[in-house]
């Protein structure tokens, strides 16, 4: 049984005054898959470092199991951690690449070929065990990486953004590997990635990270439907969400269109309230008809869904939103048309935090005066 | 190369192409001609060395047999060599024990104030080396070093290690911090990180490191001539001894000089290969 615990974690580096990483709290449960991400200089990257013991703490504990392994070293932390460039061995072949923890630790000779042996066959790389590094292609290199953390059979499994350098292909179908490979040996793992599909795709749960300070840590779907804030709601989902600064006056418009919500958060956002964010998914957003008049921008039709980027303008500025339609789309670029919102809206207060999520609907101003 | 329509910078033209080449060829014979020179005189008779320059004449070790030959009271070619390489090997042998963990202390985990600490290793090779011999001789003196081994292996590892850290340093930069890192994360202790890592990692730049040193410290004349005259003297100077102020003495001079120049010669060619690729990869940084 092997939980991570970030208690209060903090790491400033050298020569700065803000924190990369800052007061960490974070609960990881045996066996489960968490995934680390954020924009880059999010600190996510630090904070797998810091629970590799890479990165020193400067205030805060980190637990591994029940032991307290704030002061201890990498190497007696029990971990094993799959690098973003792999950092083979370049000397050693991919076999004594794989053994080579499993011979710092002492392992007899024997054991620890059929370990590696038994490794091997898991990732396919049984041909190459005799290969070096540098005669593999990135995919095999990858698997070696990843084979050189599973021998050592931790009790939890870091990766620093271990898909990145493959190709786009490669990496959904590694991705899919990986997460088969970490669900059938239940071993706890933290997994750090810029990328907000590989997150929600692979995460148990999320926890998504900006400027150092976590922002939610959720499952992917509570992520999506449910942001905390703005951040994580324009940060995850792809394309992003559209958020409307829809400033501080009542009724919100947006464009020349006022919305109106239900009961609890008409209550809400009411006067007082200050300035909202509205937040919508492109797929809560149809195109056809409706009274906000829009200009298409451009439509991209990836066969099985049509995106279509529209501009409009919302109080002096130019606003750009994402609609998400089914095929047939019949718009054309610079044609004008009506939106209406269909689906669930989010409201954001100013401080970015979310204070309701509601369905919304669009009324031309002139129906409201 | 002559497509009419494409731009033409400079090197692209044929003629400028084998004007540079024919360049660089002259160049390298003007550079190597007085070490041909050399050679050949010390395959020549004093007579024929001493007369008009001729390409025919009968070569004969005998220059080669003269020089080697031990007599009597004189510094013979076989003490010189022993002393030299003695010198040179235990010299350089501790520069490499001294500058890789000072190369790692500023490379790898670099201490506080690692900047200051790169320049004061620098700043050591700013006195010119004339200026420091009389304290030297008269510290030499004192602790009763002068015409000894002793003496020369530690000047010879003070002038080296700067270098020495320097360019280690610089190689163990190349050493991808990821891979120190994982090494650590695989339990292993500084003494695994360095012998199964680092080390094997930075081998051509140890080996770069090790045979500059050698050089130098084969070379080096003035120390040597200064502080060892009678006693431990070294091969640069057992050349030096082959000058006679009675007779002819160019062909013995020159075979004298081929015997001191072998072992740098062969101990280049044979790091050749390693050394090349250390200081490439030095340079790129």
């Known amino acids: ?369 | 190369m002559s497509n009419a329509d494409a731009p033409i910078t400079v090197g692209e033209r044929r003629w400028v192409n084998h004007a540079l080449g024919a360049a660089a060829w002259i160049t390298g014979l003007v550079f190597f001609f007085p070490v041909l020179w050399m050679v050949l005189n010390s395959f020549k008779s004093e007579q024929d060395a001493n007369t008009s320059p001729k390409i025919n004449f009968t070569p004969t070790l005998d220059r080669y047999r003269e020089v080697t030959r031990s007599a009597g009271g004189l510094l013979s070619f076989g003490e010189a060599f022993t002393n030299s390489a003695v010198i040179v090997i235990v010299s350089t042998l501790i520069v490499l024990a001294l500058a890789i963990p000072a190369a790692y202390a500023l490379a790898i985990r670099p201490v506080h104030k690692w900047r200051d600490v790169l320049f004061f290793f620098i700043s050591t090779k700013f006195l010119p080396v004339v200026a420091s011999i009389l304290p030297i001789w008269i510290l030499a003196k004192n602790f009763h070093l002068l015409n000894s081994r002793q003496a020369l292996i530690i000047l010879y590892t003070g002038i080296n290690l700067p270098l020495a850290v320097w360019m280690l340093r610089s190689f163990f930069q190349e050493i991808p911090r990821e891979l120190i890192e994982a090494a650590e994360i695989d339990g292993a202790s500084l003494k695994g990180q360095l012998t199964s890592i680092i080390l094997p990692m930075a081998a051509p730049g140890i080996a770069a490191t090790a045979l500059l040193c050698v050089i130098f410290a084969w070379n080096e004349f003035f120390y040597a001539v200064q502080l060892n005259p009678v006693k431990g003297s070294t091969v640069p100077i057992w050349v030096t001894t082959n000058i006679s102020t009675r007779g002819d003495f160019l062909a013995k001079l020159s075979a004298a000089s081929v015997l001191a120049c072998i072992p740098v010669v062969l101990a280049g060619w044979i790091a050749q290969k390693r050394m090349i690729r250390g200081l490439a990869m030095g340079a790129i940084k």
């Open chain 1, 1 to 369: 049984m092997t939980e991570v615990r970030y208690d209060q974690a903090t790491r400033t580096y050298e020569g700065t005054d803000i924190a990369a990483v800052n007061s960490l709290n974070l609960d990881i449960a045996d066996g489960e898959l968490l995934v680390l991400v954020g924009p880059s200089g999010s600190g996510k990257s630090t904070a797998l470092r810091m629970l590799a013991g890479l990165e020193p703490l400067n205030a805060g504990t980190i637990y591994i199991g029940d032991r307290d392994v704030s002061n201890v070293r990498p190497r007696d932390r029990d971990i094993a951690m799959v690098f973003q460039n792999y950092a083979l061995y370049p000397q050693l072949s991919v076999a004594e690449n794989m053994g080579f923890a499993l011979k710092q630790q002492g392992v007899p000779k024997e054991e620890r070929i059929s370990r590696v042996r038994e490794t091997a066959r898991i990732l396919d790389l049984t041909p190459y065990l005799d290969r070096k590094p540098k005669h593999l292609s990135g995919g095999q290199r990858q698997r070696v990486a990843m084979g050189r953390a599973i021998v050592r059979q931790p009790a939890v499994y870091l990766m620093d953004e271990p898909l990145s350098n493959l190709d786009a292909k490669l990496r959904v179908q590694t991705r899919t590997e990986v997460v088969e490979l970490q669900h059938r040996l239940g071993v706890t793992t933290v997994y750090v990635t810029h990328d907000q599909v590989e997150a929600l795709t692979m995460g148990d749960r999320v926890a998504v990270l900006k400027d150092g300070i976590l922002q939610q840590v959720d499952t992917p779907g509570t992520l999506y439907h449910a942001p905390d804030n703005v951040f994580v709601a324009g940060f995850i989902g792809s394309p992003a969400m559209n958020l409307v600064d829809a400033g501080d006056a009542r009724p919100l418009k947006i464009g020349e269109a006022s919305l109106g919500f239900d009961g609890p958060a008409e209550a809400a956002v009411g006067n007082g309230a200050g300035r909202v964010t509205v937040g919508f998914r492109p797929e809560a957003l149809t195109v056809g008809d409706g009274p906000l008049r829009a200009k298409i921008r451009t439509v991209e039709d990836l066969g099985s869904e049509v995106f279509v980027h529209l501009a409009l303008d919302h109080q002096g500025q130019n606003l750009a939103l994402v609609a998400k339609m089914f095929p047939p789309f019949n718009g054309e670029p610079g044609d004008t048309i009506g939106l209406q919102i269909t689906g669930t809206t989010h409201l954001f207060g100013e401080d970015g935090s979310r204070i309701a999520t509601t369905s919304a609907t669009l009324h031309s101003s002139a129906t409201l005066h």
